[in-house]
């Protein structure tokens, strides 16, 4: 007799004991919420060696005439919606094998495979995996794992398992009575087997190219489709896109100021990130002339070296090559933030109603990652552009541009995303993100944790992984990134990590 814990971590992993005991002959029986390609990928070398499976969902699942059983379990579906793999097989998915593996695991589904659903109002608590042998002692597995590569310990996961091994027949004869009193109960369980064939052919079954492509944009705009049009973004009769500068665009340009102007909309601010070249300052020079033509008061603020070039295209000039949109923003440098006398430019700084901007663009608003206290009573050029002008007066949006707007800590971002949200750690609650600070520190205990790795675990996926979704929600409400620079600026962040350490 052999007894043992299975947490899939310290104490054992369910899928080591599974290859142990699946030989030639065995005959298996499951009991499982759900069940997926990829764990039987893990698997299909000693499945296929199998006598036959029964395997038994034991959550309701195609429920549809019971009039007795709730609504929440009629559309539960558990096995449909985690075949092709769980949040924790998202590295698998990525690998877009699916198809393949799908397949596979149909032909085998259907020469060894019984599958019925449990279908009562209350699912089965326990998952269960038993081991009949031809020679030698039988064996199960009972607990808390589901058939699924988290379930089996292959990929990691924070769910807390515990599973209970015993290697004895006379323990297992006990398990498999309890196992056949549901599997036989014909009022409470249905083969579903056709129905999981069926599931799995969606999965590999082929498609046009032209169909992938439209159901890949369906999934990943679907959330936006009902408000993100540019009839909805862009106020009608305004005359934006008749503007030289919106003409003047790409449409991958165009569909950034898009985005950039619902974000201001909806949140109050955002960073336009995308990497150098990709003309980041057409883009806010759209936006402006947006917010111009709705009569709105715009101030742009950049790096002293950079002054001339936003003067040159709201200038009367020859090299203004957007003369005819009478662009007619104020610019002034980072730097007039701590000057309160004095000229910049034709602006006298004594003069400037700084609270009376409805929209404010930061050119290189990395310049601004720093909320450090002030010393000796001086106010500091963030806090100035935070309290004396974005919170007080006229509501205002801030339009950020930066093609590194993480440069050592996240920290930085979130001294940024200040400015949209005007301090409030709590501003994008509604909207999921319970505290912005917590999100950023989760991330940064994220990076720290994959820079501690061994260098041969080092990869994106790994660092992906190890991110949580909230983080990625943060950044699509307020940010515009382009998916390179985004792995170039976590980059960037490790590098400088490593070398401020040393």
Known sequence: ??????????????????????????????????????????????LNKIDSLRLLFSMPTFVKDKKDINREFKLSGSYESGLAGDRYEMKLKNELKQSEIAKECAEWIRKKVEVRAYDEEHALPQKMYIMEQNEGEDSYIFGSSDFTSSGLGVVSSNKSEMNTYMKDTASTQTMLNLFNKAWNDNEKVKDVKKALLESLEVVYRENTSEFIYFVTLYNIFKDYLSDLTEEEIVKS??????????????????????????????????ILADSVGL???????????????????????????????WLVYRGNRRDNILGEDRLNYDVLNHTDLSRYTG????????????????????????????????????????????????????????LMLSATPVNNRMNDLKNQIAFATEGNDKALSADGIKSIEQTLRKAQMAFNKWNDL?????????????????????????????????????????????FLRD
């Not at 430019?345 to 720093?370: A, K, M, P």
């Not at 990625?472 to 990590?497: A, G, H, Q, S, W």
């Open 343 to 398: 000229h910049s430019g034709d602006i006298n700084l004594e003069e400037v109603y700084w609270e009376n901007y409805d929209l404010i663009v930061i050119d290189e608003s990395h310049n601004f990652r720093n909320n450090n206290n002030s010393k000796e009573n001086k106010e500091t050029r963030y806090s100035r552009l935070l309290n004396q002008i974005i919170k007080k007066g006229v509501k205002t949006r801030v």
């Open 454 to 498: 061994e260098e041969e675990d080092k990869s994106v996926e790994s660092l992906l992984e190890m991110l949580e979704v909230d983080y990625f929600k943060l950044l699509d409400m307020l940010t515009m990134l382009d998916l390179e620079n985004i792995f170039k600026n976590i980059m960037i962040l490790l590098v400088l990590e490593n």
């Open 237 to 270: 009769k305004t005359g934006f896109k008749d503007s030289v500068v919106w003409n003047k665009l790409y449409n991958f340009q165009k569909d950034g100021v898009l985005g950039a102007i619902d974000k201001l909309e909806k949140y109050n601010g955002c």
């Open 1 to 46: 007799m052999e007894y043992g814990i299975l947490d899939n971590k310290t104490q054992g992993k369910v899928i080591d004991k599974l290859k142990e005991d699946l030989k030639s002959g065995t005959k298996v029986s499951i009991i499982s919420a759900y069940f997926t390609i990829f764990a039987y990928q893990e698997l299909r070398k000693e």
């Open 279 to 309: 003309g980041k300052t057409f883009e806010a020079l759209a936006i402006i002339k947006y917010y111009e033509l709705r009569n709105n008061r715009v101030l742009v603020l950049c790096p002293k070296k950079l002054r001339e070039n």
